[in-house]
């Protein structure tokens, strides 16, 4: 049954990052693109099968469960600046992309 989940998750998160590749070329709402492309490889390597093929590719050093953390912060900070811009808090806004934001991800 969780099998079935994470597949049709990936599946659903999938397809949705493909439907948003028309509007991202043209320039519009780039960050769902970014959030739901981000998702799909997460979703991806936190499966498995396809996180055993691909740690074994990168040399079996698990440097798979780095790159899924990494990934998974990318899609976090890509939601969180489309949150703070659909809510209008700038202050919050410029938290997460000015000076205090990019500190923040250099110490990541």
């Not at 998750?9 to 970014?34: H, M």
């Not at 099968?49 to 040399?59: C, E, F, K, M, Q």
Request: charged share 10%; aromatic share 10%.
């Amino acid at each position: 049954m969780i099998t079935i989940l994470q597949w049709t998750t990936l599946a659903i998160c999938g397809l949705v990052a493909l439907a948003r590749i028309p509007s991202a070329v043209r320039g519009e709402n780039r960050s769902l693109f970014y959030i739901f492309a981000l998702m799909t490889l997460a979703i991806l390597l936190s499966i498995e099968g396809p996180y055993v093929a691909i740690d074994h590719a990168l040399g079996g050093v698990n440097l798979t469960n780095l790159l899924l953390r990494f990934v998974s912060c990318g899609g976090i900070y890509f939601a969180g600046v489309r949150i703070t811009k659909g809510f209008g808090a700038a202050n919050a806004y410029r938290l997460i992309t000015g000076r205090t934001g990019m500190l923040a991800l250099a110490a990541l």
